[in-house]
């Protein structure tokens, strides 16, 4: 052992010499440096913290949606403060002595030495006043900020809210530090870097009273901030207003997409409320009484809810059995009331007619086709196959994918397959007669409004859709993203003209279930829904128009409401006519939408 | 020598060491009032704040160290095993029932206190290698015994790791000195520090320049290394101009498309394989040992850009591009370290006073009466006062390694050549990263940051060296 204890000096020279390096290295800090001490001398640096205006916001015809109004924070240092009239400070920002105290404890609670923020988001005309007095406030100074202004007081799931950073954001992200704001929902949140631009910060020498000095180093290390970036959103507000308007008292939501480029011309969701209620000081307040209030507001129902789609459905239904030839567009099949309920109508004698009586059975036999094809002997083994290789079609129509559209929460949706039932009910323990409810767009499967639309654009494409999207531009230059490409489905346009053909007559021919939705001089093609549900149904439309070369594709669903055609469908009418003639001539219908109030029973 | 002598604690405690200890827990405590002052509470004995509290932990630990000094020195050796087997069950339970605390999850919380398991893992960990290497038939040429001191670090590297606490992690790399003091082979020491050395070259160095180093050090390794000189020659050529060819094989075709891993492994590839060449003629066992220290150091530099961009977090990827002059935001990432440089260099020679220092206060503020406690030092009591405290570190350490070298148990040398890693470790990295000569990995200044339970591992872990040391009378060869 002892021939290694040699070695001892070995490890005492490199210990050593990693202490005289650290020696030599505080020599030069301390003694040879001067440029680090420049900040001596009692002297120190403050760190204002310049903020970007954040991004403006606007709508595909450039009305401005959002915009900034200038705020200012009353900043402290606590071990700055002198002795001064604490009357006069509290008269210049209305507030009473007893908060003037309760907010000094604050900040000396949180550092006798940082900056925090002793009042927030002062206007303009209080600030006129305080600035006169404010080199009496020892330790006192303003931090400019900007808050945000929604100028048309609609829209508020699509332009969101910004609100202070919470922790955990902030722990995640060294971009903010507490007290920032941030996109909390909607475009503000999902856009938030474009928005933000970039902070940046001025340095200057304060001395121990916390008077300025002067810049250090001449604002060297200064940096400027950068303004964040103006977008242009694909929206329509005025037909968002309309939207909105015909929505009220209701709840649901409108969808509307422009089918040829999968740009979102309108997402309503109803209830709703003026977005301008979570900016400034009363924010916390009218926030907790949103969030608490019944019928969810603040939930975005247009992207975030689904619901089972009902009839709309048995349009995709028709084409995966059309593409995997199970049946032809001629085929004909019973109104066999035995096996699903129906409602009288002649005999469903093509895929087209299927559609337009929406006759259930029809459907019941088409899916049987789909999912039951005898690949095996046993139905079980056989409709496991079947239903996964309708899952993997249906898919591509849309369904059980969370669309990138740019806005939070959308949800995906749930097209059930073979492992859902097996989950269920047990590995071939179930068959098609066990989900042959799929087959009328109930039971198990979910749809939220915005894959309902995007599948209404895909039907006005006859075959295509650009994923749908809500921003159009970025300061001035035409948006063009992953997610707005183009998407081609793997069907053949024969069976979606077979499908336009079964819309067309819903609307436009006699047992059409919707005839609401006609039109003098425009052709629109809809298909109406009735989703079952616990309490009364939920009435749905899809609709496009006009019926070649669409200019909008729309899903309407309002909850609680009945039968599709009796509301959907005027409301989706009253849409289309509004977007492609920008007026609509049907006031006694409109007044009758607008007054009815459909409250949610659930 | 006689018996009363030899058994009297007190006589044989080396009381050196203890002063050394209290001097520094005492200016520590100082120094974190000065750091935390806070003008509604000016006693330095006010509980309510870090100071106060401060000092209970010292008594605490005081009362701890005492303890540790009662415990028969038997009992650290013979439940060596015991107390690692413990240590390994604190980190695996932290992972399941402990906080979050600066994104790592490697703390307990017990109403308002706090404890880092890991601070006492170390200790365990020193015991059990003491051991372990302390057996008469341990040997660095045994396979086996070389497997099981791997497990020793492996096990809570791998269980700190994934608690998210990498600055813990890499202190078990310090236990080389303890390796290397008992015989591990130098090559693999040098090795290693060559590694460490390449690990920050190839993050800042241009590749063609790293490959001209890692040439000329293959070079000069193996000068050192064979002593068959007819070979040398044909070694350096045939690197020399493998390692051009490859370098105008990435410069001048499109053949390989990622530079780093072209150089390297055909640089590499060649070497191996002429050594391989050598090896079969001549069964030189060095050459085999060199094989496997170039290829170590090939895989090493390969794996620089994974480890830093896979394993570290983002925090510390910035910091060490920081460190390494990468980027130079002075208000970025590099913020702690440009503002710790600047309170500790307007301190000047002889500092501001006691309680005048205003950058630590005003500014630079997050870890200041923890990890960045030196600052306040340095801007406060000046050159003379970092000095001192540098000084009396470098004169506890090497102290330590005299007692080290004065044991006639193993157990015990071994041990105060681990005490000796751990504080120099925690001492280099806490003050290289104040004054920017090393990464910012948040780990203590050993008895100076605020704290309970760094405080007491530190004083445990050296009060049981003095406890061996004070019994080194009564152990005979």
Redesign the interface.
């Known amino acids: 052992m002892s021939n290694w204890s040699n070695r001892k000096y070995i490890i005492g020279a490199i210990i050593l010499i990693v202490f005289i390096t650290i020696f030599i290295k505080l020599f030069y800090l301390q003694i040879f440096d001067e440029t680090l001490k420049q900040s001596s001398d009692n002297n120190s640096q403050r760190h204002v913290t310049v903020y970007p205006g954040r991004g403006l916001i606007y709508d595909r015809n450039s009305v401005l949606l959002v915009c900034n109004e200038a705020a200012y924070d009353l900043m402290l240092v606590p071990r700055n403060m002198d002795e001064f009239d604490t009357l006069s400070l509290c008269n210049d920002i209305d507030i009473s002595i007893e908060e003037f105290y309760e907010k000094l404890e604050k900040c000396r609670k949180y550092s006798m030495y940082r900056p925090s923020i002793f009042h927030k988001q002062i206007n303009s005309s209080q600030y006129a006043v305080l600035q006169e007095h404010l080199y009496k406030y020892h330790g006192f100074f303003v931090q400019a900020r900007s808050l945000r202004k929604y100028n048309e007081g609609i829209a508020a799931h699509i332009l969101g809210d910004i609100g202070e950073i919470d922790i955990k954001t902030l722990e995640n992200d060294s971009y903010y530090s507490g007290g920032d704001y941030i996109g909390k929902s909607g475009v503000e949140k999902s856009y938030e870097e474009l928005l933000r631009g970039s902070k940046g910060v001025e340095i200057f020498l304060v001395d121990v009273r916390g008077n300025i000095q002067g810049s250090y180093h001449n604002g060297k290390y200064d940096k400027p901030a950068t303004p964040g970036k103006d977008i242009h959103l694909t929206i329509d507000i005025e037909l968002q207003r309309y939207g909105e308007l015909l929505m009220k008292n209701k709840v649901g939501s409108i969808v509307a997409i422009e089918p040829k480029s999968g740009e979102i011309l309108a997402l309503v969701s109803s209830p709703s409320y003026d977005p301008q209620l979570l900016v400034g000081r009363k924010r916390g307040h009218n926030y907790d009484s949103l969030l608490n209030s019944p019928a969810k507001p603040l939930i975005n129902r247009a992207v975030s809810s689904t619901y089972p789609p009902g009839s709309i459905f048995k349009i995709a239904i028709a084409l995966v059995a059309l593409q995997e030839g199970v049946i032809k567009t001629t085929s004909y099949f019973p109104c066999d009331v035995s096996k699903v309920a129906c409602h009288g109508h002649p005999p469903a004698n093509s895929v087209a007619r299927g559609i337009q009586y929406s006759c259930n059975p029809y459907f019941y036999f088409v899916f049987k086709n789909t999912i039951q094809r005898g690949f095996e002997k046993s139905i079980f083994k056989d409709s496991r196959i079947g239903l996964d290789l309708w899952k993997e079609k249906i898919m591509t129509l849309g369904f059980n994918q969370a669309l990138d559209i740019g806005l939070p929460g959308v949800n995906k949706g749930l097209i059930p397959g073979s492992d859902f039932y097996d989950k269920w009910y047990g590995k071939h323990r179930w068959a098609f007669s066990t989900i042959y409810s799929l087959s009328i767009g109930q039971g198990e499967v979910l749809v939220s409004p915005l894959q309902m639309a995007n599948f209404c654009a895909i039907l006005a494409n006859r075959g295509f859709y650009h994923n749908p999207h809500i921003l159009k531009k970025i300061d001035n230059e035409e948006y063009v993203g992953e997610n707005t490409k183009k998407i081609f489905t793997p069907f053949a346009r024969e069976y979606f003209e077979e499908a336009v053909k079964g819309m067309d007559y819903v609307v436009n021919e006699e047992y059409g279930t919707g005839y609401y939705a006609r039109l003098q001089d425009i052709r629109v093609c809809g298909k109406t829904g009735t989703a079952q549900n616990r309490g009364k149904d939920h009435s749905v439309f899809i609709a496009f128009a006009p019926k070649d070369q669409p200019k909008i594709a729309l899903a309407v669903y309002v909850e609680n409401a009945g039968f599709g055609g009796t509301w959907a469908a005027p409301i989706a009418r009253l849409m289309i006519e509004k977007h492609i003639r920008g007026y609509t001539n049907d006031s006694i219908l409109e007044k009758r939408i607008i007054e009815t109030e459909i409250l949610s029973n659930e | 020598m006689n018996r009363s002598k030899r058994g009297n604690i007190l006589v044989n405690i080396d009381w050196i060491t203890v002063a050394i200890y209290l001097i520094l827990v005492f200016l520590g405590w100082i120094n974190i009032y000065s750091a935390t002052y806070?003008?509604?509470h000016i006693s330095i004995f006010d509980i309510s704040q870090k100071y106060g509290k401060q000092l209970i932990w010292i008594g605490a630990a005081i009362i701890i160290a005492v303890f540790t000094l009662i415990i028969d020195s038997k009992f650290y050796s013979s439940f060596a095993y015991v107390l690692y087997g413990i240590g390994i069950l604190l980190l695996l339970s932290v992972l399941f029932f402990g906080i979050e605390v600066n994104?790592s999850k490697s703390w307990f919380q017990i109403g308002d206190f706090r404890i880092q398991p890991v601070e006492f893992t170390k200790i365990s960990v020193c015991l059990a290698l003491a051991r372990l290497l302390s057996d008469e038939n341990f040997s660095f040429n045994k396979f086996s015994d070389v497997i099981r001191t791997a497990i020793i670090f492996a096990l809570p590297i791998i269980l700190i790791f994934l608690q998210n606490d990498t600055g813990s992690a890499l202190m078990f790399f310090s236990f080389i000195?303890v390796l290397?003091?008992?015989?591990m082979n130098k090559v693999v020491f040098i090795t290693s520090f060559a590694l460490v050395v390449f690990f920050i070259l190839a993050l800042i160095i241009d590749l063609e320049i790293l490959l001209i180093i890692s040439l000329a050090l293959n070079i000069i390794g193996f000068t050192i290394l064979n002593k068959y000189s007819s070979q040398k020659r044909i070694v350096f050529y045939t690197s020399l101009v493998l390692a051009i060819i490859s370098y105008v094989l990435y410069k001048y075709t499109n053949i390989f498309v990622d530079k780093t891993l072209t150089l390297v492994l055909i640089n590499t590839a060649a070497i191996a394989l002429l050594m391989l060449v050598l090896f079969i003629i001549k069964k030189n066992k060095t050459i085999i040992l060199f094989l496997t220290t170039i290829i170590g150091i090939t895989i090493f530099v390969l794996s620089v850009d994974f480890v830093f961009n896979n394993i570290l977090q983002?925090?510390q990827q910035?910091r060490i591009n920081d460190l390494l002059g990468i980027s130079s935001d002075?208000?970025?990432?590099g913020y702690n370290v440009n503002q710790s440089?600047?309170a500790?260099?307007?301190?000047?020679?002889s500092g501001?006073g006691f309680l005048?220092g205003?950058?630590t206060?005003?500014?630079f503020?997050p870890e200041q009466s923890t990890d960045f406690i030196f600052c306040t030092i340095?801007e406060e009591w000046?050159?003379l006062g970092?000095?001192l405290v540098?000084f009396l570190?470098?004169f506890l350490?090497?102290r330590l390694?005299f007692l080290a070298?004065r044991q006639r148990s193993?157990f015990s040398r071994i041990y105060g050549?681990g005490v000796?890693s751990i504080l120099?470790f925690h001492v280099?990295i806490n003050?290289?990263m104040t004054?920017?000569?090393a990464p910012v990995i948040g780990i203590p200044l050993p008895f100076f940051s605020y704290g309970g339970s760094s405080l007491w591992a530190f004083t445990i872990l050296l009060f049981i060296f003095i406890k061996l040391d004070s019994d080194r009378l009564q152990i005979f060869r």
């Open positions: 806070n003008e509604s994104a000195f290397f003091r008992q015989g983002p925090h910035n002075p208000l970025g990432a440089k600047i500790i260099g307007s301190g000047g020679l501001k005048k205003t950058q206060k005003y500014n503020v340095g000046g050159f970092s000095s540098l570190f470098c350490i090497l390694i070298e193993v050549y000796v120099f280099a003050m290289g004054i920017g000569l």
